[in-house]
C-alpha cells in the first residue's frame, strides 16, 4: 500500500491568500514551506487511488503527483473519493472533478445528504447517468474500495457551518486503511481523543489533526476570535502526549498556517520532533 | 490602467485533470505552457485590484501574483470580483476567498441570485455582518469599483448547468473597463458577435472568447459530443476575421485543452498570430 500527502494544511492553506502572519510571510519569502490544503492518497496496487477529502487545491495537487495523472483521455486513476467531512476545504474540489468523469463518492449520509441533495452547484456532478456513485460510509462498518479496506471510526468534530445544526457523530470521521498487510489511521480533524487511542492500536502509521498548536492560537496572533475547541480541534500541545504508545509513524496534519509548527527550527517543531512526531508536508510518502 | 491575466484556460484547466489529449500531454512534458482557469486582474492605481471571475485555481493564482498578496493580516489587495457568468470555472473559487474577509462581489440579478439565494455551500461567504456586499450589474449601465468604470454589455451566451431554463441576456455579459485614459474589453464567453463589434470599439485591449478552435472539435478529438454552438462559445474559425478594424490588441483567452493553438508553431497557432491576435497565458500584462 501507499500513501502520500497531497497537502497537509488547514483550510486556507500555507500561505493563506489574505493572511501576513510571520508563517505566510516566511512561506512567501521561500523560507518556509507552503503546503495545499488537507488532502491525502491511497492506493493498495499502485494503479487505482482512493482520494481522502477534495481540497479547493485539488488540481494543483494533481499536477503535482504523477501517479494521479490520466492515462488516456478521460480517464482517471482516482477510483473514489472519501469524505471525512463536509467542510468546505474538503469537499469544495469535487467541483474541479467535472469534465464527463464518473465519480465514485464515499460518505455518510450526514455529509453526503448535506453536499448533494441541498446544494444546487454541485448539480453540475450529476449531468449524467452514472455520473454519480455514492458509497454509503457507516461507523465501524468496513468496505471495499479500490483494494483497500477502509472502515469509518468515531472522531468528535462539529457540523459544517453551511449545514448548522447540531453535531452528529457521522459529521466528522477518521478512518482505517488496510491494503496488503500494513494499515494507516487517517483523522484529520479531532476535538477529542474518546476512543481513537484505543481504535488506531496497531496502525503502521498515525495522521492526525494538527491543526492547532494551541487553544488560543488565532486571538494571539490577533487573527481570529474561535479557539481550537470551538472549532473542534484538539491542539498539539493537548494531543502530543496522548499516543505516547502508539508503535507506528505519527504525524501531523491539517496544519493551519499560524501554526508555528510549519517554521522549521521554532521550539514548537522542536518540541512535536523530539516527541516523536514529524510535521506532515505536501509530496510525502507515509509508507514508503 | 494594469491588466494581468491570472488564468488563460477554459473550464478545466490545462492540462485538465482527466484529458490525455496532444495538448495535455504536451503541457504535462513541460512542452506547452499550462494554464490555470479563465480569470484577470485590473487595477486602476497599482493598489486596488479588481478581479474579474473566481476560477477554481483562484489560491494558486494569487500565489503567483505578488500584486495581490496581503499587506497585513485579514487584508487582501482584492477590492472586488465581478463576475461575468454562473459557470463553476468562473464562481467556485469565491469557496477559497473566505478566512473572515469581507467581499464585494459585482454581478447581475440572475448570476447572483442563482449562486447565493439557492446555494447554501455558499453561505459560507455570509457568516458575519457585512461579510458579502453585492453591486448589482445592469446591461450598459457603469459602476465604479476601485477607480475602475466598469460597463457591462451583452455577449449571447447560456444558461449555466446547475441553474437550467431559458436562457436571458445577463446570464453571461461581457465588461468594457476604463481606468484612466485607457480601457480593454473582456468577453471570455460569447456564442455570437450580435453588437459586440461595435461596443469593444476604441478600447486599447480586447480579451475574447477562444475556447475552440472549430465547432466540432470535441467529437473530433473522441473527446466529447457537444459543439462549441451547442456551448455558446464562437469558435476561432469563425471570429478571427471578425474583429480586423479593431485597433487595439485583440488576445484570445478561456482557451480549452482541446485547442490546438494552446501547441506552438501549430498551423493554428502560426494562423491566430498572422491574423494579428495573440494567445493570452497565466502572468500577461495587457496593457504594460
Known amino acids: 500500500v501507499r500513501v502520500r500527502v497531497l497537502g497537509a494544511a488547514a483550510g486556507g492553506g500555507f500561505p493563506q491568500w489574505n493572511c501576513a502572519c510571520r508563517g505566510c510571510m516566511l512561506a512567501r519569502r521561500g523560507e518556509a514551506t507552503p503546503r495545499t490544503q488537507d488532502s491525502i492518497a491511497i492506493s493498495a496496487d499502485g494503479d ?42 474538503h469537499v469544495a474540489g469535487l467541483l474541479s472533478l467535472r469534465e464527463r468523469q464518473p465519480l465514485t463518492i464515499a460518505a455518510t449520509s450526514r455529509v453526503f445528504g448535506g453536499l448533494f441533495e441541498r446544494n444546487i452547484l454541485l448539480r453540475t456532478l450529476q449531468r449524467f447517468d452514472g455520473h454519480l456513485h455514492w458509497e454509503r460510509l457507516q461507523l465501524d462498518e468496513p468496505i471495499a474500495l479500490a483494494g483497500l479496506e477502509i472502515t469509518p471510526i468515531a472522531a468528535p468534530g ?13 459529521d466528522n470521521i477518521g478512518v482505517l486503511v488496510r491494503g496488503d498487510q500494513r494499515s494507516i489511521a487517517y483523522v484529520s480533524a479531532a476535538g477529542a481523543i ?10 503502521d502509521a498515525l495522521l492526525f489533526d494538527g491543526t492547532f498548536w494551541s487553544n488560543d492560537e488565532l486571538s494571539a496572533q490577533g487573527v481570529g476570535q474561535g479557539t481550537a475547541a470551538s472549532m473542534a480541534h484538539l491542539p ?14 505519527r504525524i501531523y496534519t491539517h496544519i493551519n498556517n499560524t501554526n508555528p ?19 506532515a508536508y505536501d509530496g510525502m510518502e507515509v509508507l514508503p
Open 48 to 89: 487505482r487511488w482512493v482520494l481522502f477529502n477534495a481540497s479547493p487545491d485539488v488540481l494543483r495537487q494533481i499536477d503535482a503527483t504523477r501517479e494521479l495523472w490520466p492515462r488516456r483521455s478521460r480517464h482517471s486513476p482516482i477510483a473514489a473519493i472519501v469524505l471525512t467531512n463536509g467542510d468546505v476545504d
Open 236 to 249: 498539539i500541545s493537548a494531543s502530543l502526549p496522548l499516543f505516547e504508545g502508539f508503535d507506528g509513524r
Open 158 to 170: 462539529k457540523t459544517p457551518v453551511h449545514l448548522g445544526g447540531a453535531a452528529e457523530p457521522e
Open 261 to 279: 509548527i510549519l517554521i522549521e527550527r521554532s521550539p514548537e517543531r522542536r518540541a512535536v520532533e523530539a516527541a516523536g512526531w514529524q510535521v
Open 194 to 203: 474518546g476512543e481513537l487511542g484505543t481504535r488506531v492500536e496497531g496502525a
